[in-house]
């Protein structure tokens, strides 16, 4: 199957020499990417790459950027924050239908992570209950964004200490 995401990596100490990482990335088997190299010490990498399943492709992925570029730290994995219209357009309806679904005809539609201008979901979590209301939805779409989900989450919890992971654990518990 062919699964599409993107990485958002931040690089430390990079030459500025964007021609040689992208040849770089390309020997080392990132040749199903496009790269994305337009802001100083940040790489984008749009893949489109076939596997067996959505985390083989995401680890598959990973080790080959690390062939290439050995000091970059992984900032994000997409899809997984999405927007309305990024939804809408996953299952077919208009951004104006779903936001009625969503905000006001019904309370079992997932809560948003971020509710303000514009409101965040988990696009996992969308299209989870999409297909559980009998939509239409790609199963590489549903597989990568959760997958995605979970590495993002695994980058925010390296990001805490333990000393505060335990703490904020107890807090919630």
Excluded at 106 to 129: K, M, Q, R, V, Y
Excluded at 147 to 167: C, F, G, K, P, Y
């Amino acid at each position: 199957m062919e699964y599409i995401f993107t990485f958002k990596y931040l690089l430390y100490d990079h030459d500025g020499d964007e021609e040689a990482l992208i040849d770089r990335l390309f020997e080392a088997g990132c040749d199903d990417a496009l790269p994305g190299v337009g802001q100083a010490g940040r790489l984008a990498l749009a893949f489109a790459r076939e596997a067996e399943s959505a985390t083989a492709a995401l680890e598959s992925a990973i080790a080959d950027v690390r062939k290439a570029v050995d000091n970059a730290e992984l900032v994000e994995v997409l899809p997984d924050y999405a927007g309305l219209t990024d939804i809408a357009e996953h299952v077919g309806m208009s951004r104006q239908n779903l936001r009625k679904i969503a905000t006001k005809n019904d309370p079992t539609f997932p809560a948003a992570i971020h509710e303000g201008n514009p409101s965040l979901w988990h696009l996992s979590d969308a299209l989870s209950w999409f297909t559980e209301h009998g939509y239409a939805v790609e199963a590489a779409t549903l597989e990568i964004s959760a997958a995605a989900r979970e590495l993002n989450t695994a980058i925010q919890a390296r990001r805490m200490s333990v000393d505060r992971s335990r703490e904020l654990e107890a807090l919630m518990a």
